[in-house]
């Protein structure tokens, strides 16, 4: 490449040119324009534009020499390797540094340190701690240990990684809302309809204390837990999160969340969408405010109606199909079931109850009004009842191996089908117990397959309503992430503010991860995006560069199209892998 310019009456322009072959002949082929003599002096602050103008074309010409440099790598086989010195490096985490810092997080470390008088980097820290959970998830010590296989070093202590929790738990609430507002910065979130849900984690300890108690496991296993309440926006990308006693009934922790998600967040416009554990008539009150700004939309089993609206819900006739003017009327009895198996068919109404809630003033009795949407499939009554088949199958298997029935059973466990007796017919004490399938339990459940029923505050469609309902699965998604990829349970840190930051870190991760599975159009597993990153180790020849030890794959080109870099290359030169790593490090304007 070479310098070129042109003049005119008033001015000089310059611009780099390159010779190129074409068609057998020699072109002359302009590849940047670098502007006017005037531009150039005023734009970058320079008095010789000329000069200025060489110093690029040799930088670019230096640039385009090292992209396509060739090195030869000297290996002796008598000679040891250096004591204690590292050779691979993993640059996995580049794609998520890239989110890290475009979600402003590098900014709010640093506005959280102004806070505060510690000497460690806490960019640095929660940075390793984000990228360590989703790549390598583990303990903080060995968190610590495997940050130092990134291709930048962390310069911490793992002392500094524990002193920084405390401070992270006390910056819980700013995290979120910052976080939360950087986020809008880079894209529009849709949080017009939010969805909120409870889980909880494990603790491999025997004694309750602080948050730490004994409660309904969600893995039924018998240790202390804490639980976790959780929102999230349209996009499956989180909102903000709590943490309470793992004793403590889930119903009351959405309501002071939600508070400080307007209060904190700019949020005041949504429909919130809850499942049937969380739709007290507290939290549905609380989001059927008179200025209409938010509402509700909840799963409402029709086992729990009262027998008015149940008889309703289940009769045979009234049904109604979505968009369709005629004002027709079906009937479930004279349904086709491969004719209309596909179809799914509603039916509404309005109705009030009188209910009592729980607010900070005591509680009293209000009237709530609501709209009841009952909606009615066959193929969702065939795939219930292939699940059920299935449980019962291994209820069978149960009783063959001597199994009996249980005293209290969840919903999907296969004992609730076996039923024991433990007497003889004339009420004596038995000498063997009998344990059979119960066709009542099964009869009764058959009732309700294909039935589906959610309550709103909502004047929408019906199958509006019904189409925002189904897409809680992925907040379900979210603590599948966090429970087996990022591996948050058991958790093994135990003072209160120390569990709390080991939350943040897997509640930022879990975003930077949607936000990374955004960018490559969602068509990849978790399993797949991490194990890919995972993998994408480089062997470092001191003064040469990065070369790739990983398997380029379809996965591996996407996710550098995506983020605009690329080191599936034979060797990444040492000064082209520094500005690879600055690159991931610009963050969002």
Request: charged share 30%.
């Amino acid at each position: 490449m070479r310098l070129g310019w042109s003049k005119n009456k008033y001015s000089i322009s310059y611009y780099v040119q390159k010779t190129i072959y074409v068609d057998g002949k020699n072109k002359s082929l302009v590849i940047k324009r670098l502007g006017s003599e005037k531009e150039i002096c005023e734009k970058y602050g320079v008095s010789d534009a000329k000069a200025w103008a060489k110093e690029q074309v040799r930088l670019m010409n230096e640039a385009e020499k090292e992209e396509s440099a060739s090195y030869n790598i000297e290996l002796n086989s008598g000679k040891d390797l250096e004591l204690n010195k590292q050779h691979c490096f993993n640059g996995g985490y580049l794609f998520l540094q890239q989110i890290y810092y475009e979600l402003g997080l590098h900014k709010i470390c640093r506005a959280i340190a102004s806070r505060h008088s510690f000497g460690y980097d806490l960019n640095a820290i929660l940075s390793r701690l984000i990228y360590t959970r989703i790549l390598f998830p583990s303990s903080k010590k060995n968190s610590f240990k495997e940050s130092s296989k990134f291709i930048e070093k962390p310069d911490f202590e793992l002392h500094d990684i524990y002193r920084s929790l405390s401070v992270l738990a006390k910056e819980s609430d700013y995290i979120q809302s910052r976080l939360f507002k950087n986020s809008m910065k880079m894209s529009k979130r849709n949080v017009g309809i939010i969805y909120y849900d409870c889980t909880n984690f494990y603790f491999e300890i025997e004694q309750a204390e602080d948050d730490k108690q004994y409660g309904k496991s969600k893995e039924n296993r018998p240790n202390p837990i804490v639980g976790m309440g959780l929102f999230m926006d349209s996009d499956g990308i989180p909102i903000a999160f709590s943490i309470y006693p793992g004793n403590q009934n889930e119903q009351p922790t959405m309501v002071p969340l939600e508070k400080k998600m307007l209060s904190m967040f700019d949020m005041s416009k949504f429909v919130v969408c809850t499942d049937a554990g969380l739709s007290s008539a507290t939290n549905r009150h609380f989001n059927d405010d008179e200025d209409g700004d938010r509402a509700f939309v909840t799963t409402q089993p029709i086992k729990t109606l009262k027998s008015h609206l149940k008889k309703w819900a289940l009769a045979d006739g009234g049904w109604k199909l979505p968009k369709e003017t005629s004002g027709k009327e079906y009937k479930i009895s004279e349904l086709d079931d491969e004719k209309d198996r596909d179809k799914i068919f509603f039916k509404s109404r309005w109705i009030k109850e009188k209910a009592l809630i729980h607010t900070d003033g005591g509680d009293k009795y209000i009237t709530l009004e609501q709209k009841l949407i009952v909606s009615y499939s066959i193929k969702y009554k065939e795939y219930l009842r292939k699940v059920r088949n299935g449980q019962i199958e291994r209820a069978k298997k149960m009783i063959a191996d001597g199994e009996t029935s249980k005293g209290r059973k969840k919903q999907n466990d296969p004992h609730r089908f076996i039923k024991t007796d433990h007497a003889t017919k004339d009420g004596e004490v038995a000498d063997k117990t009998a344990s059979y399938i119960d066709q009542s339990v099964i009869d009764e459940e058959e009732i309700y397959d294909g039935y589906y029923a959610v309550c709103t505050n909502l004047d929408d469609p019906a199958e509006s309503i019904v189409r925002i309902n189904k897409r809680r699965w992925e907040i379900e998604e979210c603590f599948r992430i966090m429970k087996t990829d990022f591996r948050a349970r058991p958790v093994y840190v135990k003072r209160q503010e120390r569990i709390l930051a080991h939350f943040i870190t897997c509640f930022i991760a879990l975003i930077v991860y949607r936000y990374l599975d955004r960018k490559l159009d969602y068509k990849y597993t978790v399993d797949q995006l991490i194990s890919t990153m995972k993998d994408m180790n480089f062997i470092r020849y001191e003064g040469k560069g990065y070369q790739p030890t990983y398997t380029r794959t379809e996965i591996t080109d996407a996710l550098h199209e995506a983020y605009g870099f690329c080191t599936s290359k034979e060797i990444i030169p040492v000064k082209k892998m520094r500005n690879i790593c600055a690159q991931t490090k610009k963050s969002q304007k």
